[in-house]
């Protein structure tokens, strides 16, 4: 499996290659790629239904319990087949609709890694490499929805999309922490199983931190505002973010985590809450659209909406029905998206409103979007039949609020129906719109996909026990926990759900027909509701932080660079003082001053009178020169202090620096006096204090001794082990050589750097002649 | 001030031109001498690399950049490269014998009857020396360059 | 000798701060360099101070005689010399470009990170 999850990481990075072979086919070319992981994910199929959880695991960082493993049971077998079965299409059909795009080799490379940490990520068997491969998928998403990066509104909403989902992001990886910590193991098969989770302390903080990660992923309400703007992407990245893939991450989570944490009450009042307002305002949202890229996405909120809370509710029922609608949802809004995008290129338009009679020009696309939208629709015999039907059943079967949650049901399963015929039928039958090109049939790569998925779609729903043993029963075991006897079929009997469904069926069709006059009205409300939504809260909260960001830097970043040296030099002084003196007291000990030879006494008075000609001189010659006279000071005190190899050193560098200082420093003008009396005032009180203190701690260092040097051992293993007579030099390539090697690499550092400011330079001299 | 400059950077001198074209082979004696006895006695790669240094810019005074880059043959910056990498080389035979990074390995053999000792800390010195004398040569020759 | 060193070196740390504040480029340098020399001075001081026992091991000896001076400390000088030096042709290289950019040498001046 490890390699099922890299594979696609390689093949994205030899895309741009293969491009230069298979030109045109590359979409034929690269799909091969899912179409093989369809094929070794199916060939688990016996081994998962007949009950049996496939494990692997290679240690990644043992110490911490973050391994790269990976799990395959039901619900992991379904959403890879998924994502690999519908990646295969997708591919194809970018091909087509991207042919001749001067970017299609970075697509495909951002595309494949994306499909790949969808796979990690429901396939992770590892709380730590699961929140990895979940970071990957929103950069990744980020990449593809701003691909179209030369335009302004594709950049905008590319970054809300990724702020919100990595703000979840941050509190899912708390949530999942504190999950490991809580439960002794992060590895997601152990947590499941582990005891007492529920009775922990944590337990609150665990949910609300992953729910605020899965609700910003799955565009829960209050977060549901980002992924209608992510159809600034192209058509085929939003079919496969809104089908199968990026947005069903947090549902995929939610379903994976439900075992261990949805007997919890605040799970399900949370779960069951968002996801109904979600559902129904999704649906509304997308009655209330035009756009046919808008309606659909609306109509995915509603689906997710919908996940969310069969997952909060959490009975059997509840279950089946949230593998089946998962299932179907993913097929048919594949399909739907993909025959948006046919259209939009086709007819050049996006606006529903425009569009109409296209059946005759495009006779297989008609068929697929008709196909698809009886599945959206949830009309008999399609598989979204099963998957509604058994979600107003599992909305019956509910213990928390199922009135409520019955009422939103039926509310939504009506809206649904009307902007299932606006998306699948409108464009298609009655009269023929006015659109800005001439419409006709789609290349082949475009309507396979939406054909097979519908068509997918239309097998399921006839034949319900083949998705029933394939996944959508192993599925149902992983989430529930434990095995239900169910199975699934299109005539249950005559009982409340038809019921239902029928009158939603007669509503939807009185809404469809009202299609055209609630245009404008709808409109209206929706712009008084844009005003007070929480998306003005997303642009409030992002001004506000830059406008932060601009104040502190204003305050702490005035650009003095005095300034930032008195705070630093300060700060030091008064902790590092005030620790001195309480803990140390004030000691200006003169031990050993009467040993001092004259010379050296001599030395020292040359150095102290350095010191303070330099502040007072007001000649630029006579501080360098004075700089000089200090250094050889230095190089004497090495010298007569046993340290030839410094002495040396010292008088080298003084040499070279003198030659730097004639290079440059005379190039710069004079000594200026720009100071104030009060600056000069208080930079001397700064300095007399730093230098007060280096004094006091010298002398505390001096005067006391905790433990012994380690140059003990330098001494004499120098000969011995090192065989080096001259010790410094020993200490220097062999014994701390790690050291020197660092430090010639900044001085190396320091070289280039002055060498590229300096070429630099030149070169700009040239480019204005 | 200009004037005073342009005196310093390129002296006519006869004295000092004729002796940097003596001083120079000597220095790099000098140089090679103090890093191959660096181990024993004061010296070393820093030391040495620094009395190469002051070497070609002594003559880099007298006889100006382009004829002390057609003496140094190589670019300066090219030296730093090749002591960084003889630094790393350096570290690596030990990982072979097991041991930690870095840690010295000593070969010894006999030539015409006297012992030579080789080993990775010497190549590691040269690569200090090299380092050295690259980075100050660099920062020297390109302040010089871009006088000019 | 180390303990007269110990208020020399305050004296000098103190006289680079000075420099350092002051809005003048070229004083910038002349503390920074002073400051090197300070900083070096420190730690070959607070090690101990020995007269004339350079820590070298004789000829056909295994170990020096007696006590030497602590070479530890004599080895990170030796390094924090040289890429002092680098670090000032950076410095000075750098406040020559700011120099020429900006047009003057007053620090107080250069407080845009664009221009």
Known sequence: MLFAVLSGFIVAALAPWLMGFLKDRIGWGLALLPAGLTLYFASFIPAVSGGEVVLQHW???PILDVHLSFMLDGLSLMFALLISFIGTFILIY?????KGHEYLGRFYVIMLSFMASMLGLVLSNNLISLFVFWELTSVTSYLLIGFNHRDLDARKCALQGLFVTVAGGLALMAGLVMLGLVSGSFQISEVLVADGLLESPLITGIIICVLLGTFTKSAQFPFHFWLPNAMAAPTPVSAYLHSATMVKAGIYLMARLNPALGEHMLWTVL??????ITMLLGVY???????????????TVMALGTLTMLI?????????????????HSLYKGALFMIAGALDHETGTKDLTRMGGLRKAMPITATAALIAGLSLAGLPP??????????LEAVLSAEWQSSLLLVAAVLTASLGIAVAAAVAIKPFWGKVGDTPKKPHEAPVGMWLGPVVLAATSLLFG????LPEGWVVAAAVTSVKGQSVDFYLSLWHGINLPLILSGASLVAGAVLYALWGRTRAPLTMVNDVFSRVGPEVGYFRFMSAMTGFAAWQTRVLQNGVMGIYMIVLIMTTVVLAGYTLLSQYGLHLTLTGIGEVHFYEWAIALLMVMAAVYVIFTRSRLGAVATIGALGFSVALI??????????ITQVLIETLTVILLVLVLFRLPGFSHYSSRFEIWRDGTVAVLFGGLMTLLMLGALDTRYFETISGFFVEASYPEAQGRNIVNVILVDFRALDTLGEIFVLAIAAMGVYSMLRLRAEVKDDRG | MTEVKAKVIKSNTVILHTASLFLLPLQLLFSMFLLLRGHDEPGGGFIAGLVAAGAFVLYLFAHGVDSTRKILRVEPHDLIGAGLLFGVISALPAIFFGQALLTAQWWSFYLVGTEVKLSTVLLFDLGVYLVVMGSILTIVMSLNEAEE | MEHLMAYIIGILFGSAVYMMLRRSIVKLVIGLMILSNAANLLIFTVAGMTRGAPPLIAEGALMPEGAVADPLPQALVLTAIVIAFGVLAFAVVLIHRAYEVVGNDDLDQMKDTDT
Do not use: H, R
């Open chain 1, 59 to 61: 240690a990644w960082m």
């Open chain 1, 312 to 328: 909060g509710i959490g009975t059997d029922y509840a279950m089946i029905a949230f593998a089946s609608f998962l299932l179907g």
């Open chain 1, 285 to 299: 949202l997308a009655y209330s659209a035009t756009g046919v890229k808008k309606v659909l996405a609306y109509s």
């Open chain 1, 382 to 391: 399609l598989f979204g039949f099963i998957g509604k039907e058994l979600m």
């Open chain 1, 94 to 98: 970018a091909g087509a609709y991207l």
């Open chain 1, 638 to 647: 090495f010298i007569l202090f046993s340290a030839p190899d410094l002495g």
């Open chain 1, 271 to 276: 779960l069951c809450s968002a996801g109904g």
């Open chain 1, 462 to 465: 006839i034949l319900p026990f």
